[in-house]
Every structure is written in structure tokens, then in C-alpha cells.
């Protein structure tokens, strides 16, 4: 068929549809026509209407969506209206009439959505004409209304093709949008429909930036990173830096437990810290642990765990931190002994005066049975009186020795010992010194219960804070000097306050008065040592705290101590 009588076939199906309708319009508008003379008029245009639309569908889809909306809403008005004229009355017409009209309404809102939308919606067809585009999209584009990007010629062609919506991300003007290509075949165009994503594409950059520097600290942190498992012990993942620690390769290291590669000595305390940390959910714990190295060597390590949870907010596998502290813990060992030799001189004048009495007494018997034996006036019951005495003394100055070898030695376990038992044995090695040098020294103990803790170190403690309260007094010339010693508990922690009436110390001077190596009284009566050890002690080895005040005439000197330290 020629395109002249095409077009000519196409004006007599429009001048049928429109007559049609011009009847339909015109029985809808007068009163006077029954309901029965206008169902017929509207069926007859409806047929009519049915066979234009199908000789349009064949002639030319582009025709049909003008013509048949337009012929749609006229039918529809019209079976409403008669409908409603000649079988309903009342409320049941009204209730219909105001179904229609709501409906009409959503309709009409329907079409204002386009434009209402605040991201841009395009419409363009397969040749690359904009048929539609809403106000966001007419401020968006930065093109002329009458080319497209080549990109989206290409996946217009692609979607139509494919009959499937396609996808790109796009920086359009000063922002960034997600575009969907939704094709209509039918219609040889496609929709498309933007969001604007900018905001979205910072923040994924940030997470970007975040995960980026996460990574850096995972892989290059100087400190072991690992996840283990909470039900098998064994390592999820383990950084470069714990590999080195412990000298496994990651391979490897994953195929063993956390129990396998800890010291025995070490094993059941973690594991009771790693029970509570996963059912306290999320409590941190931190500890001083040993490792077994792949070579075999024992290693020192703080580690500081942390629960980890799944999706189900249920704690499966715990974070583990691990700083090797091996070279620090011999180095503590080395001033904890260097400090211990600095006391040598102090310990042999005590014992010398501890030893001075009853060696004398020893000297005066045997010298007294040596004349009597010389006079052949010594009896038996004399001799036996003398020998007893003797071994008294004797047992005395070996029990001396015992306490002081004791000293000496390092804690290697915590024991179970009382506060007052602890002072008794201070009083024993350094109250000779304290009544030498004019101090009193009053002891209150309110709290005499056992309490685990490493003993000897505990005595260093107390005869470092002793000596001292003897050096200051001695260099400040106290007349009348004094020392108390007050032992009590509050909540869970033992209170040990050591202080003096020599004047306090300065604000300055306290906020140093624990670095290693630094002295108050000079190379003469210090070494620097002292407070430094006895903050490393109470700090790292009993689990406590230290610190100093000024109170009343003199410095106050307070140590708390958890109750259960190492139960």
C-alpha cells in the first residue's frame, strides 16, 4: 500500500472516531435520551472504536496512545453517566460518581509525578530524540535538548536490543547519579531514571579511605595483630608482626590453638580471663603472659584481648593484641636486682647490728667458761647453762640469715600472706635503723586477712618507703621525726598509706618522683631507683597502684591493692 492512501486511511478512521465520539459527548450531555437509545449509541462506538484501533495497531503503533486515550475517556464518562441515570439512585450513584472522581484524581496526580520527582527522568527514543524530560532532569542537562551522550546512544541501542534495563554511574554537571536504562520496546524508546548519589560516593570513598588505613595498621602495626576462634582457640587471622613474634609462618600458625603456643604456668589463668570476657560480652582484658616460641624460647608478651561479635550480636571469636615485652621484662630484672645490690651495704649494717648482741653475749660466756675452766672451778650444770645460751644465740643469728637469703631471693609465684606479717618482718630488718636515727613509728592495721600477693617485692616496697622517710629526715634535720604506717580496705582494694612529718614534697618534684634515675636526695643518700622500683612492682607484678600527696606536715604515700590480685 502507498503512503498516500496509508495516510488516507488513517484521516477516515480519525473522522470515524471522532463523529463516534462527537454522538457519544452529545448523548452525554442531553438529559432527554433514555439509557437504553445510549448503550446502544456507546456500543456502536466502541466497535467501531475496536476496529480502528486494530487497523491503527497494524498501520502504525504511534497513532494509537492520542487517540485511544481520548476515545477511552469519553466511553468511560459516558457508561458512567448513563449507568448511573438508568439503574442507580441515591447514595449508591453518589458513592460510584465519587470512586470515579478520586480515581480521576490519582490519575491526574500520576502525571504530575514526572515532574514532581526531584531526581531527573528522561524519555528517548531509539534514534536518540528526548521525548520527555522532567524539571530535575531540564536543570541537569548539559548537552543541547536535541543530543544525547554517545555512551547512552549506545546503551539505548543495547537495551532495546537486549529488551533489559542497563546501568551506569555518571558524573552529570557538579554531581554524580546512577542511571537505569529501562527500555519499552513497544515504543522504540527507554526510560531513564536518575539518582543523584554524590553524597553516597563521598561517604563510600571515606569507608574507602578508612578500610585503607585499617589495612596499613594490620599489615605495618609494630604490634602482633590477630581473630581467634572463641570455640576452638586457634588463629583466624594473624599479622606479619605476630608471625615474627613467634616465628611461625601464617600457615602454620593458623593450624595452632592459643593454648598450644602458651606457658603452661600462664594457661589456666587466660583461660578463666577469656571465659568471663565472652560471657561479659565485650569486657576487655589485659595480661602479662609468657609464649612458646617455634624455636623453643620463652617469650614475655602483653596481650589485651577483646570480644568480637557476629550478625547475631553473639561473641564468636575475640581480637588479640600482643606486644613482645621480653627485652623490657629482663630489663625491669636487671633494676629490680640492681636494686636489690643498692640495699646490699644497708642489709649487711643491719644484720652487723642484728649480729653485734648476741655475738657478744657468745664472746662474754665462752671467755667466762674459759676462766672457770682455767680455775677447774667450772661445774656441769654450769657448762650445760652456757652451751644452752650459746646455741640460743646461735639460732638466732641463723634464723637472721635466713630472713635476709629469703630477701634476696626473687618472687618467682604469688603467696597467700597478711599485711601485719609482712610489717613484722620489715620491722625486723630495718626497725633498728628507724630507733636509731630517732624516728617513731606507729603501725595501725585494720585489715588482717590473707592476701595473695609476691611477698618479698611487697618488703622492698615498704623498706624503700622506709629508708627514704629515714634519708629525708636525716638531710632536713627533723627534730622530732615520725613515721606511720595505716593498713585498711574499702570496696575490693587494701589501703597501705605510708607517710611522715618531714616536710612533704614539691608539686613540681611529684610529677618525676617515680621516672627512674631521678633523686631528691642527691648522689650521697639516692640512686633513683627506689620509687621507680616500687611503682614497677605494685603496678606490674601486684596488680596495684601508687601515688603521692602532700598531707599534713609531710608526704603521704597511698598503695591500693586488689584484694584478689592473682586468685
Not at 514526572?114 to 527522568?121: D, H, K, L
Not at 608471625?243 to 601464617?250: G, K, M, V
Not at 575475640?318 to 643498692?342: N, P
Request: aromatic content about 8%; overall charge neutral.
Amino acid at each position: 500500500m502507498s503512503i498516500g492512501k496509508k495516510l488516507f486511511l488513517l484521516l477516515l478512521c480519525a473522522m470515524l472516531i471522532a463523529t463516534a465520539d462527537i454522538f457519544v459527548v452529545y448523548e452525554y450531555m442531553s438529559l432527554q435520551r433514555n439509557a437504553n437509545t445510549l448503550n446502544k449509541i456507546l456500543a456502536i462506538t466502541f466497535g467501531i472504536n475496536s476496529i480502528v484501533f486494530t487497523l491503527l495497531f497494524i498501520q502504525g503503533k504511534k497513532f494509537i496512545q492520542p487517540i485511544n486515550a481520548l476515545s477511552k475517556k469519553i466511553i468511560l464518562f459516558g457508561l458512567i453517566e448513563s449507568s448511573n441515570k438508568a439503574l442507580l439512585s441515591g447514595d449508591e450513584a453518589k458513592i460510584i460518581s465519587d470512586s470515579f472522581d478520586k480515581m480521576f484524581s490519582a490519575i491526574k496526580d500520576m502525571e504530575k509525578f514526572p515532574n514532581a520527582n526531584p531526581n531527573p527522568v528522561f524519555r528517548i527514543s531509539k534514534t536518540g530524540a528526548i521525548l520527555f524530560a522532567n524539571t530535575a532532569a531540564r536543570q541537569l542537562l548539559q548537552f543541547p535538548a536535541t543530543e544525547i551522550p554517545k555512551l547512552w546512544q549506545n546503551l539505548i541501542a543495547n537495551a532495546l536490543h537486549s529488551s533489559e534495563s542497563m546501568h551506569i554511574e555518571e558524573i552529570i554537571g557538579a554531581g554524580t547519579f546512577s542511571l537505569t536504562f529501562v527500555p519499552v520496546k513497544e515504543g522504540s524508546y527507554v526510560n531513564i531514571y536518575g539518582t543523584n548519589i554524590s553524597e553516597q560516593k563521598k561517604k563510600d570513598q571515606s569507608l574507602l579511605e578508612i578500610i585503607k588505613v585499617l589495612d596499613a595498621i594490620y599489615h605495618e602495626a609494630p604490634i602482633g595483630i590477630a581473630m581467634i576462634s572463641f570455640d576452638s582457640l586457634k588463629f583466624i587471622l594473624a599479622n606479619d608482626t605476630l608471625c615474627y613474634i613467634l616465628y611461625y609462618p601464617a600457615g602454620e600458625l593458623k593450624t595452632k590453638s592459643l593454648v598450644e603456643i602458651t606457658h603452661s604456668e600462664d594457661i589456666v589463668k587466660e583461660s578463666n580471663l577469656l571465659t568471663t570476657l565472652q560471657q561479659k560480652n565485650g569486657k576487655t582484658y589485659k595480661m602479662e603472659k609468657r609464649f612458646l616460641r617455634k624455636d623453643g624460647a620463652v617469650i614475655w608478651v602483653s596481650v589485651s584481648a577483646s570480644s568480637l561479635f557476629n550478625s547475631e550480636g553473639v561473641a564468636d571469636a575475640f581480637l588479640y593484641l600482643v606486644e613482645d615485652i621480653t627485652e623490657r621484662k629482663h630489663t625491669d630484672e636487671v633494676l629490680l636486682m640492681k636494686s636489690r645490690q643498692a640495699h646490699i651495704g644497708e642489709m649487711i649494717s643491719i644484720i652487723a647490728h642484728q649480729w653485734r648482741q648476741p655475738l657478744t653475749a657468745i664472746s662474754a660466756i665462752t671467755s667466762k667458761m674459759k676462766n672457770r675452766i682455767q680455775l677447774n672451778i667450772l661445774k656441769p650444770e654450769d657448762s650445760i647453762a652456757a652451751l644452752s645460751a650459746i646455741q640460743k644465740h646461735i639460732l638466732f643469728l641463723s634464723e637472721t640469715i635466713d630472713d635476709f637469703r629469703t630477701f634476696f631471693l626473687p618472687d618467682k609465684l604469688p603467696e597467700c600472706v597478711t599485711i601485719d606479717a609482712i610489717v613484722e618482718k620489715i620491722l625486723f630488718i630495718i626497725g633498728k635503723s628507724l630507733e636509731a636515727n630517732r624516728i617513731a613509728l606507729t603501725v595501725s592495721i585494720e585489715y588482717k586477712k590473707p592476701l595473695k600477693t609476691y611477698q618479698n617485692e611487697l618488703i622492698q616496697v615498704f623498706l624503700n618507703l622506709l629508708q627514704n622517710i629515714i634519708d629525708i629526715t636525716t638531710i632536713r634535720k627533723i627534730d622530732t621525726p615520725k613515721a606511720w604506717i595505716h593498713v585498711y580496705k574499702t570496696d575490693d582494694v587494701v589501703v597501705i598509706e605510708v607517710s611522715d612529718n618531714a616536710g612533704g614534697i614539691s608539686d613540681d618534684l611529684a610529677k618525676n618522683i617515680f621516672l627512674p634515675y631521678f633523686s631528691t636526695k642527691g648522689e650521697k643518700y639516692g640512686t633513683g631507683l627506689g620509687l621507680y622500683l616500687c611503682k614497677l612492682i605494685i603496678e606490674r607484678h601486684c596488680k596495684g597502684t601508687i601515688e603521692v600527696k602532700n598531707a599534713g606536715n609531710g608526704a603521704l604515700f597511698t598503695i591500693n591493692l586488689p584484694v584478689n590480685t592473682h586468685e
